[in-house]
């Protein structure tokens, strides 16, 4: 009976790609022969998914990078925090729509297009003096991108390049998605996500290492050239990569079987398939404050901490232990989450756990830190050096192994609502609509000057409610059935939504 409806909503639910013909043709289809020698690597998809993971590698993973210094690395923090609400404001409104552009232009272009935001972002840091020692592309760039550090009146334009780079980022992330679960085959779908994810995360150390070795003996408070010169270089090389892909349609994955990109839905349909989602499986409404503050706390760790305590080259360390913190914390939590000894609702409640336990501990912790400076009196430039760097480094390497386990529990939590890839598409969507409308806020209010415990106090009780109403929805939602019996109810729930079977396909 499963296979049969299994079919039936393949049939009909064509916005995600998969047209009858296509159906019909595939059950009679002969694996096909990867090609060998040079082509045979280049069209491989594990070295195509290398590569996508070396575009966001040099794109968002060292924009990361950037962002963890605080204030993009500036003394005045007011133009990077506006540059981030305008960035976040545009991703979670354009993010609806790269979906119907990924479906006209395809994935490789749009992830070209998503990654040129990234350059221009870290462009406009730049000092424009340097234009008569470049090349007259980098020229016609650079005089584009006045930098804030030498001229504080040119603002503006970064706060526009944020503003543009949340419309790519948008782009990006949705075409990232599309080949990231187009090349492997089903049983090879975690080993990708995890080549993708490690190589992502490593910009960002990469990125802070770098931000580090130019910064250390800088006596300014401020990140030097330098810095956004290489970092610009290095994400001018990931706007490039894209076109160095291979193109899916011409690939064949090591079962045989063709790469083909998923197709999105239109932004028309899309409106009813959202509906169709919320319909289904209302308990995602429980995840959405989870949602929500999944990016609230960046604001205060790296402006009102990292950037408001601490000269700039320790403000560089604390970036690379940071992120370092995050790979070591998304991959912890997800051993746990992957423990097929325990059951998945055991697995729920344990992550859910651990998360309050490390929620209460960084924010008790940083609260004593807090109470002693506000914006008009924090003075002190504490250095590597300093007594009082130990304390502080320890809790600023906990906030990142909460920062990764609070996201990796996030996303494991809506794959343990469905196994339905439309479904968690949506699913993925509420996450990043909700997770950049909230981040726009709060840079904003960090922007116009909100005090520091206010803006701490917020997070700290964002977090605590994003798992308040997320304990329900575990209880209620997060179930012990077999990937197949949950499939078989999830599309025996969603066939009053579809049109009537095709005919090929006879009912049970």
């Known amino acids: ?262 197709r999105h839905p239109s932004w028309t349909s899309e409106f009813w398939d959202l509906w169709v989602a919320l319909r289904t499986d209302p308990y995602i409404i429980l995840l959405f404050p989870m949602f929500f503050a999944s990016n609230w706390f960046y604001t205060w760790q790296f402006n009102d901490f990292n950037l408001a305590l601490f000269n700039i080259r320790t403000r560089s360390l604390n970036n690379l232990v940071y992120w370092l913190a995050q790979i070591i914390g998304s991959v912890s939590i997800g051993f746990l989450l992957d423990q097929r000894g325990l059951s998945r609702r055991v697995r729920a409640f344990s992550g859910w756990c651990i998360l309050l336990f490390m929620v209460l501990v960084v924010h008790i912790w940083a609260f004593f830190y807090q109470k002693h400076y506000t914006r008009e009196t924090v003075e002190a430039r504490i250095d590597i050096f300093d007594h009082a760097y130990l304390g502080r480094v320890l809790f600023y390497i906990c906030c990142g192994l909460l920062d990764s386990m609070w996201q990796t529990c996030a996303y494991w939590l809506m794959g343990a609502m469905s196994n339905d890839p439309a479904k968690l598409a949506h699913f993925t969507g509420f996450y990043k609509s909700i997770q950049s409308a909230g981040a726009a806020g709060v840079w904003r209010a960090d922007a116009i000057g909100v005090p520091y415990m206010n803006l701490f106090i917020s997070t700290w009780a964002l977090l605590l409610a994003g798992l308040v109403f997320a304990l329900p929805m575990i209880h209620m939602r997060v179930q012990d059935y077999t990937e197949m019996d949950e499939m078989r109810d999830e599309m025996n729930d969603q066939a009053q939504y579809l049109p009537d079977p095709d005919p090929r396909y006879p009912k049970d």
């Open 1 to 262: 009976m499963s296979d049969a409806i299994e079919k039936r909503y393949a049939t009909s639910n064509t916005d995600v790609g998969t047209s009858n013909s296509e159906l019909g043709s595939s059950a009679t289809e002969q694996p096909l022969i990867p090609r060998r020698g040079i082509k045979g690597v280049y069209y491989n998809p594990v070295v195509q998914v290398w590569l996508l993971g070396f575009v966001c590698f040099m794109c968002p993973g060292l924009f990361n990078a950037l962002n963890g210094l605080g204030g993009g690395g500036q003394v005045d923090p007011t133009t990077g925090a506006n540059a981030n609400s305008a960035l976040y404001s545009t991703f979670a409104f354009f993010a609806f729509f790269a979906g119907s552009i990924n479906n006209v232009l395809g994935s490789r272009l749009t992830l070209l297009l998503g990654s040129t935001g990234y350059a221009l972002y870290i462009g406009s840091y730049l000092y424009v003096s340097l234009y008569p020692l470049l090349p007259l592309p980098l020229t016609l760039f650079l005089l584009l991108c006045s930098a804030v550090n030498i001229h504080p009146n040119a603002g503006g334009f970064v706060v526009a390049a944020g503003a543009i780079l949340g419309i790519c980022a948008g782009m990006l992330w949705t075409a990232q998605g599309s080949l990231m679960l187009a090349y492997p085959t089903e049983s090879e779908k975690g080993k990708f996500i995890g080549i993708f994810w490690s190589v992502f995360n490593l910009g960002s150390v990469v990125g802070a290492s770098v931000s580090l070795g130019q910064n250390y003996h800088n006596t300014a408070n401020s990140v030097g050239n330098g810095t956004y010169i290489g970092f610009l270089i290095l994400t001018l090389i990931g706007v490039v990569i894209p076109l160095f892909m291979a193109d899916p349609n011409k690939m064949v994955r090591s079962d045989g079987s063709k790469v083909a990109s998923p």
